[in-house]
């Protein structure tokens, strides 16, 4: 692939929680295209965001926002009217995939398996338990696993859960209330090409202590990646096929990645994939030295700034993000 040379904006920080990964990924990203010519500006955003963009005047934007307001059509929306060429997914679906309730709305009708649940209000939990032990409490709109607690019969938040237990139910006012899928930890990236996207590879994340919670995915040595996954062939197709159609029903833009549990004890050999369950799609994936997404390109020969220049590519491309679900049916495309 060969770009001209671009003046790019790189947006990264922001005020999320998810601040310090967005910072990391963005300085990756920056020396990525600076390596390969292009003028970088840097932008940590606030909230005069919008003025340093027009002062800047760039090419294309990179956005390397994590959690709201950078990955939840706020940002999106915001270049949108500007008339900035931006990379990763549009406003339509930034707005549906940062909400996991949302997410599944969209995708579950089309035959994406998702695990159940409901969104509760957190009082309710001081009452009684939303469903059986175990089950996974998480926010519906955060990303890097923030704020996921996972509720057992031996768990010390106590039943009912207590309200001066640590734990999400301090920090939001409802929580999605999921059943734990024992198993595997399983992620899969597609990244968008001229020829359409492609789902890459499937990775396995070994926590080696708890799960694979936020301190797992952005502490150097806290986690195995075993990338390709050793699971059976039918299970990693299963992850790649449902993470491209995803991708694609979802409408996103860029590069996406789909993560999933696999409950390896309902697995039968040539009977499919029993079982997987798609957790979220993230369409701003993290571009840190831990994350996934340059790990899968690497394994399949993409360097780091391949894989930048390639997401810039498909921004410049000027595809829509804004065509989600709506027009793409159940089929797999």
Not at 22 to 50: C, P, Q
Not at 279 to 290: C, D, F, K, R, S
Request: aromatic share 6%; glycine share 12%; with cysteine.
């Amino acid at each position: 692939m060969s770009l001209p040379k671009l003046h790019v904006a790189v947006l990264m920080g922001g005020w999320s929680s998810e601040r310090p990964v967005s910072l990391t990924s963005g300085e990756g990203v920056a020396k990525a295209l600076e390596s390969r010519g292009h003028t970088v500006t840097r932008i940590d955003m606030g909230r005069d965001v919008a003025l340093r963009l027009a002062e800047a005047k760039p090419d294309v934007v990179f956005n390397a926002l994590h959690g709201t307001p950078g990955e939840d059509g706020t940002v999106q929306g915001m270049m949108d009217l500007m008339g900035l060429a931006y990379t990763h997914s549009g406003l339509a679906t930034s707005v549906i995939a940062i909400d996991k309730e949302l997410t599944k709305q969209a995708l579950v009708p089309h035959g994406i398996p998702m695990p159940g649940g409901r969104v509760v209000p957190t009082h309710e939990l001081f009452e009684r338990d939303p469903l059986p032990r175990p089950y996974v409490l998480k926010p519906v709109n955060e990303g890097s696993s923030v704020g996921v607690a996972i509720v057992t019969d031996d768990g010390n938040y106590g039943s009912p859960i207590s309200r001066d237990s640590v734990g999400p139910w301090q920090e939001f006012d409802e929580l999605l209330a999921e059943p734990f899928i024992r198993g595997k930890e399983l992620t899969c990236a597609v990244l968008a090409g001229p020829d359409g996207p492609r789902a890459l590879l499937v990775t396995e994340l070994k926590p080696k202590s708890g799960f694979y919670d936020f301190d797992a995915k952005y502490t150097d040595g806290m986690t195995d990646h075993i990338c390709p996954a050793e699971i059976p062939d039918e299970v990693t197709e299963a992850c790649k096929d449902i993470a491209l159609r995803a991708h694609r029903l979802l409408g996103c833009r860029g590069t996406s990645r789909s993560d999933f549990r696999w409950d390896d004890e309902q697995y039968v050999e040539g009977q499919g994939a029993d079982g997987l369950f798609l957790l979220e799609v993230n369409t701003q994936p993290g571009m840190t030295p831990l994350s996934l997404v340059p790990e899968q390109a690497r394994k399949l020969g993409m360097s780091y700034e391949d894989l930048v220049e390639a997401i810039v590519a498909d921004a410049l491309a000027g595809k829509s993000g804004a065509t989600a679900i709506a027009t793409t049916g159940g089929g797999k495309g």
